[in-house]
């Protein structure tokens, strides 16, 4: 309501002067229940180029998103400043524009690496070293955007490359020495982990454009869904009142270190050093599955779960890389499982058969079903909301038979 100098009221106080107080009294009252019963109209929402409005979170407040300057398709986006390649050359991440009121944020996978044996790009390098070959448009699962059946197709999508070697939650550099073999001499390699600073900066673009999400989806493939419980924690921090959901792809079985220390290599243990309860368990002690019970711990709220398959090649040959080698994941991988349950009530997982390594990105999304369980159902209620339940393959040697869409 405007209050003027001008206009109506100072000539109802000319009025009103000189006559009884009682009179007085008794028009300024109905003056009064007047004006209560003409408000101006609100203020019009906030004017930002292709913002989109969407139903609010509560009754006070407005969600809307800044998607000004986005393309259709992926964006890329080179943030600078500290983030960087494992090799020193240039971190980029993707966004896709989506509703402003569904957030994804993928953290892309691509190995580790901790001593110039698996560290030397000259070498068999256990990792990514750059984003040369990185492309978002190229992937399937959950990206393949048009197939009916996708239960994010209507998502922003935030999709944060790894070329860190680091899990993603690096913040070292690192010069280690490569050996010498046949035709290949020994020499100093570098290596920038830089993985806290690169996913940092990826979601700091979601914190920015991406103002007051309803449904938020976290996730990972590989190394990317390593850290995918700490950064939901992050997320969820910045959304206190969004339906915050985490599903890591494919690191369950992964259980201690035996030749090499993360928290020495790729200062892990400063980086998680705001997860309380992870901060308390020591170098020797520590193992991925803790970043679940630690982010969980912070925030109850979160929904936690993860995919596996019981014989997963790819993390048995990291497994024996790292000084653990196992016939059989399924063992380690149980392990996890229950310690994790025992810790969240409300976690939730899906094991399937088979050595097949990493599902979110392949058309496996929409063709897998174990023990009678749809993956993509079971993906898209758990995204939701929706109950769901363990799924455990019973075969858990041989990989699941395709289904088709009913």
Not at 101 to 118: I, P, R, S, T, V
Not at 363 to 381: A, C, I, N
Request: aromatic fraction near 10%; charged fraction near 15%; charge should be negative.
């Amino acid at each position: 309501m405007n209050n003027n100098n001008t206009g109506f009221f100072p000539i109802l106080t000319r009025l009103i002067v000189g006559t009884s107080a009682r009179f007085a009294a008794l028009v300024l009252i109905a003056v009064t229940a007047l004006a209560a019963c003409s408000e101006p109209e609100p203020p019009a929402a906030p004017d930002i180029p292709t913002a989109v409005n969407v139903p609010a979170v509560d009754a006070q407040e407005q969600t809307y998103a800044d998607f000004s300057g986005l393309e259709p398709g992926w964006n890329a986006f080179a943030p600078g400043g500290d983030t960087l390649c494992s090799d020193g050359s240039e971190y980029r991440f993707f966004v896709k524009q989506g509703e402003p009121d569904k957030l994804m944020f993928y953290l892309e996978g691509g190995g580790a690496c901790w001593d110039g044996a698996n560290c030397d790009p000259d070498l068999q390098p256990s990792y990514q070293v750059n984003l040369a070959a990185t492309d978002p448009a190229n992937a399937h699962g959950i990206l393949a955007f048009e197939h009916p059946e996708n239960p994010f197709a209507d998502y922003t999508i935030v999709y944060a490359p790894y070329c860190s070697a680091d899990v993603h939650l690096g913040d070292s550099v690192q010069n280690h020495m490569a050996p010498a073999i046949e035709g290949h001499a020994s020499h100093e390699v570098n290596i920038q982990h830089r993985g806290l600073a690169n996913a940092t900066a990826a979601m700091q673009w979601a914190f920015d454009h991406v103002l007051v999400p309803r449904q938020i989806f976290v996730t990972g493939s590989s190394a990317g869904s390593i850290p995918s419980p700490f950064y939901a924690l992050e997320i969820a921090q910045q959304y206190p009142r969004s339906s915050v959901v985490q599903l890591g792809d494919a690191s369950g079985g992964y259980r201690g270190f035996a030749n090499f220390n993360p928290y020495d290599v790729w200062a892990t243990d400063e980086v998680l050093a705001e997860m309380d309860y992870v901060s308390t368990i020591s170098a020797d002690e520590f193992s991925f599955h803790h970043l679940y019970i630690g982010a969980a711990q912070q925030r109850p709220d979160i929904r936690f779960a993860s995919y596996d398959n019981a014989e997963d090649d790819v993390q048995k040959q990291f497994l024996a890389l790292g000084g653990t080698p196992t016939e059989s994941l399924l063992p380690l991988l149980e392990t996890n499982l229950n310690e994790i349950g025992e810790a969240i009530p409300d976690f939730r997982y899906y094991v399937a058969g088979g050595s097949m390594h990493t599902i979110l990105l392949r058309p496996e999304v929409y063709s897998y079903e174990v023990e009678g369980v749809r993956f993509v159902d079971w993906l898209t209620d758990l995204a939701a909301g929706e109950p769901v339940q363990n799924v455990m393959c019973l075969n858990c040697e041989l990989a699941p038979e395709p289904v088709q869409a009913p």
